[in-house]
């Protein structure tokens, strides 16, 4: 199922699949890919027919908030492109992924058509948060249900493993490094058991890493987990870094025991160039 998403938008012409990872406990996939607007706005689109086509979400167990098969759908400008590139493609996507599969669209972050939807967990909570989508006549497609699509910076997603297996220690650590229970500037962050693991995991959306301490962020989570009696065991990044993150905080990403370097997005780029 999850290749069968991945081949649909490689297939798409003019897209580089960067990659490609799934978690069961979490029960989702992260596929990341590159290319001029138009072919990723188009990769982007077959990818989410693809998977309403496949996943039936009204029989979907996993850790991970979600509203849709397709769940959230960002494009993020790199070098040569605009936030306004971004936005246009968002709004081109959602409408397709619309008039070709009948899954509505819900619009984030810069590509939000009103202030209460710019934050991603505002519009994905229950309900859709009570209003019609942006794209569509119906809150929800019966098994595809909807697909949240916006355009921001470039977001790093990083999970921190503890050792415990006591989810409430992993939340009380959440809470206390999350901007929005006063924490640290643009970071968000839930506490969460993974079966698979037998352990619990802080689980963190970097939204700006520019303007936050990330070095800090570790080590608080540390220092809580050691006031709370455990420890922190190890990193974990999901998807791509940028090289200025790296360069910003490169013990912070080493800790993560999934690091290489064609975690970085320049690298992995230039490897599926040669």
Do not use: C
Request: charged content about 25%; cysteine-free.
């Amino acid at each position: 199922m999850v290749r069968a998403i991945a081949d649909a938008i490689a297939g798409t012409p003019g897209v580089l699949l960067l990659g490609s990872e799934s978690d069961s406990d979490h029960n989702r996939s992260v596929m990341t890919f590159a290319g001029a607007p138009e072919a990723v706005m188009e990769g982007a689109v077959r990818g989410a027919g693809k998977a309403a086509e496949l996943i039936d979400l009204s029989t979907h167990q996993g850790v991970h908030p979600r509203v849709g098969a397709a769940d959230v759908i960002p494009f993020v400008p790199l070098d040569g492109s605009t936030m306004d590139d971004a936005v246009a493609a968002a709004h081109r996507a959602g409408e397709e992924i619309w008039r070709r599969f009948g899954v509505p669209v819900y619009f984030y972050e810069h590509a939000a058509r009103s202030a209460g939807r710019r934050r991603l967990e505002k519009v994905r909570r229950r309900e859709f948060d009570g209003a019609p989508p942006d794209v569509g006549s119906l809150a929800a497609h019966p098994t595809a249900g909807a697909s949240v699509v916006g355009a921001r910076g470039f977001l790093i997603a990083y999970n921190v493993d503890l050792a415990t297996r006591d989810a409430a220690i992993a939340q009380t650590i959440a809470k206390r490094i999350r901007a929005s229970s006063g924490g640290f500037p643009h970071v968000k962050a839930m506490g969460i058991y993974l079966a698979s693991r037998d352990r619990a995991q802080v689980s963190m959306n970097l939204t700006n890493f520019a303007e936050t301490p990330l070095e800090s962020v570790y080590d608080a989570i540390s220092k809580t987990a050691r006031e709370l009696g455990t420890e922190a065991v190890a990193g974990e990044i999901i998807g791509f870094i940028p090289r200025r993150a790296y360069e910003m905080a490169p013990a912070f990403f080493r800790r993560a025991e999934n690091f290489e370097e064609s975690r970085i997005l320049e690298n992995r780029i230039a490897e599926l160039l040669r």
